[in-house]
């Protein structure tokens, strides 16, 4: 082979990458039960101060506050703050009845001007709490989730080891009723929480403290500086570095079960997700000189965590690289390229039966209630395209040589969907804005794919930091239809 073709052949199989890596993740997750458990000592129940930043969060807030009083844990070693961050609706309204009702337990703190976004809002709970001087620990949490009953306590035991300095809890979709795409971020759930934060305990690094559901010990955060980070869209993955790099372990307890809301409509979902994604962004970058040094990063810097950062924060790239390459090895030569095709889709058919059926084991209840779009995840195109691979006479055929035009149109089809899958999932997008198309929205997603979808979105989020549009936060809007199972 040429050069460019060696090149190319490199690029092609670069793509493998990210499944090839979630494998692996999930083959470590497999092994987390083998893991040391927390230890316990005799008194696991450090005085916990809850923060709630909350901004027009009357639909859910009273039951937030309900839910957490009623938990698991000792009433006289919990303080929630309620933070209104200048609320237009009845949010302040039901946190003073609570602060009446609990005195003392609950404390409703009000900000003259709103707006700063989600950590401003949650720095003026950490200055009240600091003059408090109470507090072993602080809990971070969004105003709408609703914690199993032991789930604080089985997040607080992991303190009981002092180096240990942040855990996270297990978020999961709970919206009820529900709809096909808050079963497809169920699904999402499983692979990114419960997998893949399973996988980081083995490696002893983690990528995010769970935003909705972050406890911090005093120390860590005292170390830190006291307050969260307010120069980016991301200040829960910020935390979880400067806790790490502060030389304390951040864990994920995935029997603290957390129930929360997420976007039932694409633009909601879009709107977070891009604002998730350049927060990421901005985060990769803030910390560079971490990745992949081991001496200087601990343990954010080992090649296991920084393949399992990159490897979704570069997937887009990754995608259209691969449909490149593979476009520009038909154009050499036609032969080379449907046997590499062929062998790509045989590795997407493996990896594909592995992490399904591993998400499905992992959480069987999720599965039961979204297997479909756990089978449909990346899309039933591309399900077509590795079943067709699997096929030993349609692989026989996409080895040789094709001729005719509409059999060159769909194997340059086949090429470049991972591409131009992307693209779809985009269209989708401005597709659910057509009120009298909205309806294809639903379908057309099974078939694209909710992977594509989310590399659409961190596509976006690159292009808008490269344009420097301003990063503005925006609230997820919730209405309280979350639902607590058990």
């Not at 190319?8 to 793509?15: A, D, K, M, W």
């Not at 003073?96 to 404390?107: F, I, N, Q, T």
């Not at 979204?370 to 996409?398: C, N």
């Not at 470049?416 to 997008?429: D, G």
Request: aromatic letters at 10%; glycine letters at 8%; hydrophobic letters at 50%.
């Amino acid at each position: 082979m040429t050069p460019i073709e060696w090149i190319l052949l490199v690029l092609v199989f670069t793509g493998t990458v990210p499944a090839l890596v979630g494998c692996y993740q999930f083959a470590l997750a497999a092994l987390h039960c083998f893991r040391r458990q927390a230890p316990v000592k005799a008194n696991p129940f450090p005085r916990v101060a809850v923060v709630v930043p909350a901004w027009n969060e009357g639909s859910v807030i009273g039951r937030t506050v309900d839910q957490l009083l009623a938990a698991d844990y000792p009433a006289d070693h919990l303080r929630i703050y309620v933070v209104d961050d200048a609320s237009t609706d009845e949010t302040a309204d039901i946190a003073r009845a609570k602060s009446d009702e609990h005195p003392g337990v609950v404390r409703h703190l009000r900000r003259a001007h709103g707006g700063g976004g989600k950590a401003h809002t949650i720095n003026h709970g950490l200055e009240a709490i600091e003059a408090d001087d109470w507090h072993q620990a602080v809990l971070i949490i969004d105003a709408d989730v609703l914690f199993a009953p032991t789930a604080l306590a089985r997040m607080t035991r992991h303190f009981a080891d002092a180096d240990v300095g942040a855990v996270s809890a297990y978020i999961k979709e709970g919206s009820s009723p529900d709809n096909y795409l808050t079963r497809f971020v169920a699904f999402e759930y499983v692979t990114a929480e419960a997998a893949a934060r399973r996988a980081q305990n083995m490696i002893g690094a983690q990528a995010c403290l769970a935003g909705g559901a972050q406890l911090i010990s005093r120390a860590s955060l005292d170390a830190i500086g006291g307050r969260i980070d307010t120069s980016t869209l991301a200040e829960d993955t910020v935390t979880t570095f400067l806790v790490q790099l502060h030389g304390r372990r951040v864990v994920f307890e995935p029997s603290a079960i957390v129930w929360a809301e997420e976007p039932s409509d694409l633009r909601a979902l879009w709107r977070q997700r891009v604002r998730w994604g350049r927060g990421n962004v901005r985060v990769t970058f803030r910390f560079r000189r971490v990745w992949f040094r081991r001496f200087s990063g601990k343990p954010l810097g080992t090649v296991s965590f920084g393949l399992m950062w990159f490897s979704v924060a570069l997937m887009p790239v990754l995608m259209v690289t691969t449909s490149a390459a593979l476009l520009g090895l038909y154009a050499i030569d036609r032969g080379l390229s449907s046997r590499v095709f062929s062998s790509l889709w045989e590795v997407g058919l493996v990896t594909y039966l592995f992490i399904t059926l591993s998400s499905f084991s992992i959480d069987p209840a999720t599965a039961r209630r979204a297997w479909r779009e756990g089978i449909a995840f990346p899309g039933l195109i591309s399900l077509a395209i590795i079943v067709g691979t699997a096929d030993p006479h349609l692989a026989s055929d996409a080895t040789r040589p094709v001729h005719g035009t509409w059999r060159t149109v769909a194997v340059l089809f086949v090429y470049a969907w991972l591409a131009t899958s992307m693209l779809a999932a985009y269209a989708l997008k401005r597709l659910e804005d057509v009120r009298r198309l909205r309806l294809l929205v639903a379908p057309l997603l099974y078939l694209v794919g909710y992977g594509p979808l989310l590399c659409a979105m961190t596509g976006a989020a690159y292009i808008r930091e490269l344009r420097g549009t301003e990063a503005r936060w925006e609230k997820t809007v919730k209405t309280g239809k979350v639902r607590a199972v058990g």
